[in-house]
């Protein structure tokens, strides 16, 4: 089973940057695309960003330009580097893998974004 565990959420001021951090469990972690989700509460899940295992990133339209995906595979870890924040980017995120055609979520963790 392979266990995702989200680090770096918490509270911070309108404008200001978080780094939220996911550790992988899966020794597969290198073939494994991974991404990022958010759910705001009252609100559907959607993807945030991802990151093929060869680097290739996309990013959803709202995080365009204020979010930063990136992957270290010798730590089996994915981050997300998160600036200009904005309150509508409070959220529950979560670390989500593809690896062998499987998905596997992390617990989440809660970013509040205050104005």
């Known amino acids: 089973q392979v266990q995702l565990v989200e680090s770096g959420g918490g509270l911070v001021q309108a404008g200001g940057s978080l780094r939220l951090s996911c550790a992988a469990s899966e020794s597969a972690f290198s073939i494994a695309a991974m991404a990022w989700f958010r759910q705001a509460p009252g609100k559907q899940r959607e993807l945030v960003a991802g990151?093929?295992?060869?680097?290739?990133?996309n990013y959803a339209d709202s995080a365009k330009g204020r979010f930063t995906i990136s992957r270290d595979n010798a730590k089996k870890s994915v981050y997300l580097q998160m600036s200009s924040l904005k309150p509508e980017d409070t959220a529950v995120y979560y670390c989500?893998?593809?690896?062998?055609?499987?998905?596997?979520w992390g617990q989440g963790t809660q970013v509040t974004v205050s104005s």
């Open positions: 989500h893998a593809l690896i062998r055609a499987h998905n596997y």
């Open positions: 990151i093929s295992s060869g680097g290739s990133t």
